[in-house]
């Protein structure tokens, strides 16, 4: 079997893969035989192909991804940029990642600027995989949110970075399969009206930051003027960014 094999892409496409041609070269180029033929089956039956593959591609480089992990998504590659151009003109800055899953926000923060890291996430099976991933960049940390950092960064922070959980919980069913059924629902679920989890960071973000620091939350569209008001009533500024190009939303929030 090649890696354009006509047959393989036709399964894939048929179960739903939009990308069938790139994701046929990938578990054609992953292994063969036997366990190439199982990877197809796992995926025709709706695993993630990051968890499949181990990786994910985010901000330029492969970031380790296991199985039970949320797998990071490319609009996320806006929060990165954004709190890099936020981190010009600090000296040796600190920059916490929060919600880390993985680490792939605070590993594309740690590549592009020189940065003392630490991040964090409740889910020990994320914080595992983030360890990983952040060998020589950072220290990773589990726990709930900033009760999982140590006491010596508060009022140190430059950066808060927190791609937290935004779905609305009675929006979860309609999420695709891979989703819902793959990844950990704490990394999904924002509650009610799905800004539960960044409510809760904004209000522990002044403590955390430096004077000038900054605070940015990932979020949508239509939550994003309601978690600026948040933000603003923990004695942050606020500014909502947009990133067109991969349909990000965010919120930035400055001490």
Known sequence: MTTTDPALVGRLRAAG?????????????AADGAVRDELV????AGEPLEHLLGWASFDGH????????????????ALVHAAVALLDGWRSPLVVDLCCGCGALGAAIARRVPVELHA????????????????????????????ALPAGLRGRVAVLVANTPYVPSTAIADMPPEAREHEPRA???GGDDGLDPARRVAAAAPDLLA????????????QAPVLAETFAAHG??????TDDTRDATWVTGRR
């Not at 089956?41 to 025709?44: K, L, N």
């Not at 000038?212 to 990932?218: A, D, F, H, R, V």
């Not at 942050?236 to 960014?241: D, F, T």
């Open 236 to 241: 942050l500024v606020p500014e909502i960014g």
């Open 211 to 222: 004077p000038g620091g900054t605070l940015l939350i990932e979020t949508s569209t239509a």
């Open 120 to 147: 964090a996430d409740v889910d020990p099976v994320a914080t595992a995989c983030a360890a990983a991933n952040l060998a020589g960049l950072g220290a990773v940390h589990t726990g709930d949110l900033a009760d």
């Open 17 to 29: 893969c939009v990308f069938a041609e790139d994701e046929a070269a990938l578990l054609a180029g």
């Open 62 to 77: 492969r970031i380790g991804v296991t199985a039970g992990v949320f797998v990071p998504r490319r609009r996320s590659e």
């Open 41 to 44: 089956a796992r995926r025709v």
């Open 187 to 189: 990394a999904l679920d």
